[in-house]
């Protein structure tokens, strides 16, 4: 198997042409002139040493190295090994809270900018485990569904903000109900929730979603950010700059509490466990480490290709043959002006 490492560099090829066209315009032009200048008879007698075959030896050479050296600046790469890699481990999707109440800062730098890093520390230890993401407020969507692509689920995770979901509120029950959805049910291994919010649930409907969690037996573990006594939401400008804080129609300033009683009861309820955030700890990490007890499960394997970079079988050849190119003349070599003066003393 052959590919490109850097294809894009292979539409350099369409100047290769271009260059033959230039050259042969300026080499008939060139003719074009000397006619002008002196009679064709007359070429010989005033430029005895120039040869008309090296020219456009020579620009055929250095037009071909050229072509090689483009062709090294793809990187050709040929396949050279396929194996099969078993994929062990379990399957989790995070559950982030993305609504407004996110926004206070009772947790450093912010509930949703705490959490994000936690999400992210997780995603570089994780080790064969497939993972998903699910932001919620006033509705849930699934951010990027299970993958063990961690790089890629960084992107997507450093994506996340506030507007990300338009809806305003806090719909857990619907957020749990799309995970349980999202999970593949086709293989045996273990499938986790894990919910970080402040728990300020405004839909209501979470026994259903927890029912329906326990007869699939996914596990619900929940993390809550925030102070039970509450914490102000901060309003920023467009300029990072602190405007005060949300309020409500009355003028009052707004504060949002930390529920930890329903997150208490969803991840009880459901055989998980529950995690109180703070300023000074990775809760996440604590429920990464109730996982790896967790017995991982095989659920699946994939091919891998190894391609091995062969650029230097063009970059070599391409400068040996521009060296070689100039030493190269103009000027007739010594063989064929023999070879001129014995047919010219014979006729």
């Not at 020219?55 to 062709?71: H, Y």
């Not at 045996?188 to 927890?210: F, Y």
């Amino acid at each position: 198997m052959i590919r490109f490492a850097h294809s894009s560099y292979l539409y350099l090829l369409y100047i290769i042409p271009l260059l033959g066209v230039l050259y042969w315009y300026t080499l008939r032009k060139q003719n074009y002139i000397l006619e002008k200048f002196a009679s064709t008879k007359l070429h010989n007698v005033l430029f005895p040493l120039r040869s008309k075959i090296k020219s456009p030896v020579k620009f055929g050479i250095s037009l071909f190295a050229i072509m090689l050296i483009i062709i090294a600046l793809a990187n050709p790469q040929v396949g050279t090994k396929i194996e099969e890699v078993k994929q062990i481990g379990i399957d989790v999707y995070i559950l982030l809270d993305v609504s407004r109440s996110m926004a206070a800062e009772d947790i450093k730098p912010s509930r949703l900018e705490k959490a994000k890093f936690e999400i992210a520390q997780l995603i570089q230890k994780l080790q064969g485990d497939r993972i998903g993401l699910v932001i919620f407020a006033g509705q849930a969507y699934v951010q990027f569904p299970l993958t063990s692509d961690y790089s890629a689920a960084n992107l997507f995770l450093n994506a996340v903000d506030f507007n990300s979901v338009p809806q305003p509120g806090t719909a857990i029950g619907p957020s749990i109900d799309l995970a349980l959805k999202s999970f593949p049910y086709d293989d045996e291994t273990k499938k986790v929730i894990v919910i970080i919010t402040d728990g300020e649930d405004h839909d209501g409907n979470i026994d259903g979603a927890i029912d329906e969690a326990k007869s699939k037996g996914v596990s619900i573990y929940s993390i809550g950010f925030g102070s039970p006594a509450g914490a102000p939401i901060p309003i920023y400008d467009e300029s990072g700059t602190q405007r005060g804080y949300k309020k409500d129609n009355e003028g009052n300033i707004v504060l949002t509490k930390l529920d930890e009683a329903i997150l208490q009861s969803i991840s009880d309820k459901s055989g998980g466990k529950y995690y109180r955030g703070s300023n000074n700890q990775d809760e996440l990490q604590m429920i990464y480490n109730d996982l790896a007890k967790i017995q991982q499960t095989e659920y699946g394997s994939k091919k891998v290709t190894e391609y091995e970079d062969k650029f230097q079988y063009f970059l070599f050849p391409a400068l040996l043959i521009l060296f070689a190119e100039f030493f190269i003349t103009d000027i007739k070599s010594k063989f064929l002006m023999k070879f001129e003066s014995l047919r010219k003393a014979n006729s």
